[in-house]
Structures are given as structure tokens and as C-alpha cells.
């Protein structure tokens, strides 16, 4: 079973059309929630870190929130250039010091 | 400017060799990561290190063996032993914010280019 599920796996939206990510997670004790982008065959850049529910960080066009078993990575008005793969990751109590990541949500934004 | 430093880019590996991997940071942070990842994956951990001169398995150590002999450098040997190897190849690094009660704390962790490793 996995432990982080992220959902949809693609998404496909027009430039301003704005929509949210989902990223629910099954472990207990969480210790930070963390947002990555990733681009085609390139490491991960962090966006984001949560580390209680209610929550919520800013970055541009990108909000992150955190309940107590999901996040949202909310996208306002994207544009062509935030196309990418959006990876959650979480650190729990018994995962010590590793994240466990999903899977990732894939984003493509036209123009 | 600091950063976290994967070479080579690309790697061809023929049946039976072992290759080794780069990462080299110069964030002067503790801790030190090695994960895989495959299409339609998410990102495995291979192994880890808090410390030099120690390290620890992650999720799919075998076939796999590390070295932290330096903080700076946490190099990733593939062995023959492994034997589905081609996958690209991601060096994390995070800094320890200190060391409370409940147990040693880690920030987010930051990610290197990465080398695509593929086995003719």
C-alpha cells in the first residue's frame, strides 16, 4: 500500500486556467511535508516544506496547505513555463531522517 | 556559488562492470542521500549517510554500495551484484537543525542534476 498517493497523475490546463494538486498520505507522526518541481531530466528543486495541519506557504503562482492526511498544491493562473512534474514527498517518525515520495503529478500548461 | 555537483551526467555500463557515481556539495551540510528513479516511480532511497564514515540502507541497498569518507562527497558504486541498474540517479543533501529530545531534526532536502545511468 502506498504511504503517499498523488493525484492526478497528469493534468493538462490552459494558461490562466487555474486548479489545485493533491498529494494524501496514510503515515501517523508526520515530521514535514515537502514540495519538489521537477523538469525532464533534472533533479528535483524544492519548492515548499509543511509541517502542521492548517498551514499554508506562498510562492508566486504556487500555494501549498496541509491538513491532517492530505496536501494542496494550488496554481493560479499558470502559465506555459510551470509545465513540469510536481513531486510531494513526507518524513514520519519511524522513516527517521528519509522521505517517502509519491509518485509525482504531471503538469502541462498550453498556451 | 554552493550547490550540489552529479557526474557524470550520463553513464553507459556494460554487463558485469561496476561503475561509481559522483556527488559532491559544498553546502556544508550533515546529511547526505542517494535515490533512484524509474518512470512512473516515485523516488527510492537507496542509502543514506548522517555523519561521516557512517551510512545506512535505504529501501533497495542491494547490488548497491557507498562511501562518506569526506562530508563534502557521497559516491554510489553499482555493482554487477544489481541487476536491473538503468535508471536515473538523484544525490540529496540536507542540512541537522539540531538535536532535540525527541530525536535529530532534518530540513528539506535538495537535489543534485542527477546522471542517467544505462546498461548496454
Known amino acids: 500500500e502506498d504511504q503517499v498517493t498523488q493525484s492526478p497523475e497528469a493534468l493538462r490546463l490552459q494558461e490562466g486556467e487555474s486548479s489545485s494538486l493533491n498529494c494524501s498520505y496514510t503515515?501517523?507522526?508526520?515530521?514535514?511535508l515537502f514540495w519538489y518541481r521537477q523538469d525532464p531530466g533534472k533533479g528535483p528543486e524544492f519548492l515548499f516544506t509543511l509541517y502542521s495541519a492548517g498551514e499554508e506557504k506562498e510562492k508566486e503562482r504556487l500555494k501549498a496547505t496541509l491538513t491532517k492526511k492530505e496536501s494542496f498544491l494550488h496554481i493560479t493562473a499558470p502559465k506555459p513555463e510551470d509545465s513540469a512534474t510536481y513531486l510531494c514527498?513526507?518524513?514520519?517518525?519511524?522513516?527517521?531522517?528519509?522521505?517517502?515520495f509519491g509518485k509525482g503529478t504531471t503538469l502541462s500548461v498550453s498556451s | 556559488d554552493g550547490g550540489i555537483t552529479q557526474s557524470p551526467k550520463y553513464l553507459f555500463r556494460k554487463e558485469g562492470q561496476n561503475v561509481t557515481l559522483s556527488c559532491e556539495q559544498n553546502l556544508n551540510h550533515d546529511a547526505m542521500y542517494w535515490y533512484r528513479q524509474d518512470p512512473g516511480q516515485g523516488l527510492r532511497l537507496i542509502y543514506y549517510?548522517?555523519?561521516?564514515?557512517?551510512?545506512q540502507k535505504g529501501d533497495i541497498a542491494e547490488g548497491y554500495s557507498v562511501s562518506r569518507e569526506k562530508k563534502e562527497s557521497f559516491p554510489l558504486t553499482v555493482t554487477s551484484a544489481q541487476k536491473n541498474p538503468t535508471a536515473f540517479y538523484l544525490c540529496?543533501?540536507?542540512?541537522?537543525?539540531?538535536?532535540?529530545?525527541?530525536?535529530?531534526?532534518?530540513?528539506?532536502?535538495?537535489f543534485g542534476p542527477g546522471t542517467r545511468l544505462t546498461v548496454l
Open positions: 549517510s548522517q555523519i561521516v564514515n557512517d551510512f
Open positions: 540529496a543533501s540536507s542540512v541537522q537543525t539540531g538535536w532535540a529530545r525527541a530525536g535529530i531534526s532534518y530540513n528539506e532536502q535538495f
Open positions: 514527498a513526507v518524513r514520519y517518525n519511524q522513516a527517521g531522517t528519509a522521505l517517502i
Open positions: 503515515v501517523s507522526g508526520l515530521r514535514g
